[in-house]
């Protein structure tokens, strides 16, 4: 299961569900409709990164926990 | 203006002019309106449009089924060109059928996606800046901000060659159905021709692309087709949209941000002396006066928005502009301040029919002026030039943009 940290940055999420869509299991909308994590070990790095990419708002930032690197997005993606 | 709030007339030659201060009287006035003219809901507040744009339970998108209902079976089958296509449009459509072609088209649109075209983008910049710079004057929109959207999505959909004037042809035609002026008295006829023009010339791409797939686009929509995750309709409808809906708000947003960067030199000045402010720079131009004004949106059952209740089958008009102006949101609101942060605007909307092409949008308008920046001095209007924009409650889109300026060596 993933050592990593996710974190959705509200102040740009825009409530479109796509990561909830690709992964139920770890994000969910809360009440006004951004996204939130709810369990960040119920999927593993590879589909956490691929699902963080769909973000059309570079919203999603994943860590590894262990080393603390950053493991999306890259330097210079997102705006 | 207060007379003109209460005729409610959207379309009045003030109104398009100067929307934002229209809309910043409408807000102190009554966040949600009930526009008596268009006999729906006027939201001009920032989280009324953010509250209706994320909540597609109570609000549906589905254009043409409420369009359809309102029609005699005789009008339905004078615009069944339009219907056919448009119904299969993923920006009319509500989960869950969105949410599938979304979730597929979402993956050729990430902003990781995008960058790929990036190098391909500055190339066709710096080819339209060498063909004006040394002249020091240029119709803007003609010369520049129409030509770089154009060429790149003609090359994504891997046709570099189909004939532009054509297509924006066939886009403005197509565009007269929900855009422009509704009582323009042909507007049905001259969608459908558009509509037709336009799909007899994707047709063969297509097949082609079938033959002889390739790495664009339309090859990507077409192995979904294969793989049975798309129908036949779906890929057809969506080249259509993606033509149409690839351009002319890019070009608007060009050139809707390059007036607002020459009526603030000190901004401009701003962005040519640290280019790393591109992206931020872009955030604000898409809030200060984005090229898509509004969108609409159908209460699917009784509901609150603000303090108002919506009525089922009621629709809404979302006004993008007038929530990326509300001061609740935005400190100072009416300035232009190119490092604002954060800028969480709706110009793109919200929810999750938010813009497919914004990634794209935003790499397009990023190499756009950084290459401006790059070339040329901070652009005048020229002396007997007057700014005019097309009537569209949709489009905020000037109808030229004449400037003079010095090439930088
Ligand atoms: C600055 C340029 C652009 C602006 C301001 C803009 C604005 C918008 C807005 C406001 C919506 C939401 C409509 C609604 O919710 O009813 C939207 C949706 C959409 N846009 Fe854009 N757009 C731009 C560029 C593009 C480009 C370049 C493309 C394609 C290559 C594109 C394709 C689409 C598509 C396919 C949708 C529907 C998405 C869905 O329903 O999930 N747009 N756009
Ligand atoms: S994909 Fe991004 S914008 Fe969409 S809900 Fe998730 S975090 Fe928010």
Known sequence: ?79 | MNTTLLKDDLMATEVIADPHSYYRTLRENERVHWNERWKGWVLTGYKEAVDVLRDADHFSSDRMGYLESELTQEERESIAPIFNVLKYWMVFRDPPEHTVLRMLLNKLFTPVAIERYRPMVRKIVQKALDKVVSNGRMEFIRDFAYEVPMSVILELIGAPDLDRDKIKEWSEAIGVFFFIKADEPRRREIACEGINSMVDYITPLIQQRREHPGIDLISLLISAEEAGQLTYNDVLATCVLLVFGGHETTMNLIANGTLALMTHPQEWEKLQKDPTMIKRAVEELLRYDGSVKSTVRWAKSDVMVGDKLIKKGERLLVSLSGANRDPLQFDDPDALDITRDPNLHVAFAHGIHVCLGASLARMEVEEAFSGLVRRISCPKLEKTAKLDYYPSVVHRALKSLPVTFQELK
């Not at chain 1, 299991?25 to 996204?35: I, K, P, R, T």
């Not at chain 1, 956490?48 to 890259?74: H, N, R, Y």
Request: one cysteine or more.
């Open chain 1, 1 to 79: 299961m993933a050592q990593v940290k996710i974190t959705v940055n509200h102040n740009r999420c825009v409530g479109s569900q796509l990561c909830m869509h690709f992964l139920p299991a770890v994000f969910e909308m809360n009440e006004s409709g951004q996204s939130m994590v709810i369990d960040a070990n119920a999927a593993d790095i590879t589909s956490i990164i691929q699902t963080a990419e769909q973000c059309p708002q570079c919203a999603i930032k994943v860590e590894d926990t262990s080393s603390g690197e950053i493991l999306f997005p890259p330097p210079g993606l997102g705006f």
